[in-house]
């Protein structure tokens, strides 16, 4: 008998717990509210199959980007250019993400007020190859009062939401940051390392050349420019040769001919496989203008003068010199 009465008491036990945890998801609006409001803004599933973006602004070009090959490229003028496929990845990612998405306002008349209005929101649509349409096609407007939302609508609906804040750090910056802008993209056959670089030559038009070379793990020996017999300074060769790999430019541009208004410097690289980069810099001092092209790509880049500086080197700055 003690049995069975204790076999009751829990038995009541776990009903009463039962209907104390439901009476507190019915009567509790707010706990109602938040459980509905989760969502995500595309499936991960359609996230993953975006094979093109287009980030629209007012009164900025619109930025577009298509995927090939398992490779991203942002379409600019007709031309396409590599990006960062890790920025891109990352943009998305918080798309397919579960996210609270209360609603905040369900008439048109809110837009303009929440920053939803045709002259101050900012487009984003992506498209898949097996859609006929757009698979998300969405506003992104201003931050709530906390700072840490952002109001967003779809453009099929009026209904105004807001979303935690992954997104304007990526729809608000420059065409620039997502670029791939890397003078020599470490990967695959472009991949540059500086202990691969057995032998540099620098060459200016009308100016001569000259060369180092690698003679040892640690050491070098250069000819021309006056450095035969010349102790060299292989702390500042290995630097070059790790501003050489970093490289990068400030933005792509159009190919730019060679005249006599410019000067030409070429910076050729011998690798311990077999393989040559050559990295060619046409100058305009007069307008502090350098243009970069590299043996391995069909882009010009534009420098800045900090990175020319940084590459165009006099044979005597390798020198050693007394201290």
Same mark, same amino acid.
């Given at each position: 008998m003690q049995y069975q009465r204790r076999v009751q008491v829990l038995s009541a036990l776990i009903v009463i717990l039962s209907l104390a945890l439901l009476g507190s998801f019915v009567f509790n609006p707010e706990a109602r509210t938040v459980r509905q409001a989760t969502g995500v803004l595309l499936e991960s599933q359609k996230v993953q199959s975006i094979t093109k973006i287009e980030i629209t602004r007012p009164t900025v070009p619109t930025l577009s980007f298509i995927k090939r090959t398992g490779q991203w490229y942002a379409v600019r003028d007709g031309k396409e250019y590599p990006v960062k496929n890790d920025r891109i990845e990352d943009f998305l990612k918080p798309f397919g993400k579960p996210s609270l998405l209360p609603q905040r306002a369900s008439s048109a008349q809110t837009h303009e007020r929440l920053g939803l209005g045709a002259n101050s929101a900012s487009r984003v @649509?992506?498209?898949? !190859? #097996?859609?006929?349409?757009?698979? %998300? !096609?969405? &506003?992104? $407007? #201003?931050? !709530?009062? @906390? $700072?840490?939302? %952002? &109001?967003?609508?779809?453009a099929d609906s009026d209904v105004v939401k807001s979303v935690e804040d992954h997104f304007s750090s990526y729809i608000q910056s420059s065409p620039q940051s997502w670029y791939d802008l890397r003078l020599f993209p470490q990967s695959g056959n472009q991949g540059l390392k500086t202990e691969l670089v057995q032998k540099i030559t620098w060459a200016v038009d009308g100016k001569g050349s000259f060369s180092l070379s690698r003679s040892g793990p640690s050491s070098w020996s250069g000819t $021309? $420019?006056?450095l035969e017999g010349k102790e060299l300074d292989t702390k500042k060769i290995d630097g070059f040769l790790q501003d050489l790999v970093s490289a990068s430019g400030e933005d792509f541009a159009d190919p730019v001919a060679y005249s006599s208004k410019l000067s030409r410097l070429s910076i050729t690289a011998e690798l311990g496989d077999g393989r040559t980069k050559k990295l060619i810099i046409l100058s305009d001092f007069a307008s502090q203008s350098y243009w970069a092209t590299v043996s391995d790509t069909p882009y010009t880049y534009r420098l800045s003068e900090w990175q020319y500086n940084r590459l165009a080197k006099e044979s005597t700055y390798f020198i050693k010199t007394e201290k």
């Open positions: @649509t992506f498209w898949a !190859d #097996s859609a006929g349409k757009p698979i %998300l !096609d969405m &506003y992104f $407007g #201003s931050m !709530d009062a @906390t $700072g840490k939302e %952002l &109001y967003f609508r779809f $021309g $420019g006056n």
